[in-house]
């Protein structure tokens, strides 16, 4: 069985530094931990609005980065241009709307569609740039991305992160099929998006995923495993300023 790549999304560092516009948390530092603890890759998602990650967050990144940088971007966006001339080491397309709290769905390949991401995929293609569709785990929509030419995708698990029981057993049993067809294609078979330390295990262990994209769950839990080692030393330098000297 090939090894699984853990590839660690750094958005929500953003988030919290956006919330107050200021200096920290940095997410540039978040990277370096991240590798430090295993992390094979570092994604950021350098959205339109710019709600989180800015674009001086990704030019340090791939300055800095040791693993590489999958740098996630809607297709028709300005950011299209900025990819091409920042050459990431992959780059993954993934639908985009302002009014969204994250990620809701995989791209839209129908013919309607199917044009505007031909574009853009040729457009990364042509930079040199790693390409791969974040898309739902579906047979049509999985030889659509195959037949644009993209290296990977990224087949969108939040159905199965968001069900229980039986329905969940579907959606991972549909994750595997949909595994299994994009290998048999050619295509690098990645996974993400609602996958915590609690649901992973089941799509990790799916022999065709060969990369799980994690972000969330990850900035989550760090907030509890390293808050109490934050306030004891906080507390200490606060207690250092009032000891006579």
């Known amino acids: 069985m090939m090894t ?7 958005d929500h560092v953003a988030t919290v530094r956006q ?25 950021v998602h350098l959205r339109e609005d710019r709600r989180h990650i800015q674009d001086r967050d990704v030019r340090l990144l791939l300055e800095t980065a040791r693993t590489g940088v999958n740098l996630e971007l ?7 241009r900025l990819a091409c001339a920042w050459r990431p080491r992959q780059a993954t397309l993934v639908p985009e709307n302002r009014r969204e709290v994250t990620t809701e769905g995989g791209l839209d390949l129908s ?16 930079a ?3 390409t791969s569709l974040f898309i739902d785990p579906d047979e049509a929509t999985i030889r659509a991305s195959a037949e ?48 915590t330390y609690e649901n992973v295990t089941p799509v990790a262990a799916i022999e065709e995923i060969e990369e799980l994209n994690i972000g969330h769950s990850i900035v989550s839990r760090a907030v509890f495993t390293g808050l109490e080692a934050a306030v004891r030393e906080m507390a200490e330098i606060i207690r250092r300023a009032r000891t006579p000297r």
């Open 128 to 130: 040199g740039v790693r």
């Open 19 to 43: 919330a107050r516009q200021t200096d920290e948390p940095d997410p540039v530092r978040a990277a370096v931990l991240a590798e430090i603890g295993g992390a094979d890759g570092i994604t």
């Open 74 to 80: 809607a297709a028709a966006s300005e950011v299209m």
């Open 148 to 195: 644009l030419g993209v290296a990977a995708i990224e087949l969108h698990t939040g159905e199965y992160a968001n069900t229980r029981g039986a329905a969940r057993s579907e959606q991972l049993a549909r994750l595997a099929r949909g595994a299994v067809l994009g290998r048999e294609l050619g295509l690098a078979v990645h996974a993400g998006h609602g996958l």
């Open 111 to 126: 013919p309607a569609h199917r044009a505007g991401l031909a574009r853009a995929v040729a457009d990364l293609n042509g």
């Open 4 to 10: 699984m790549r853990l590839f660690v999304n750094i």
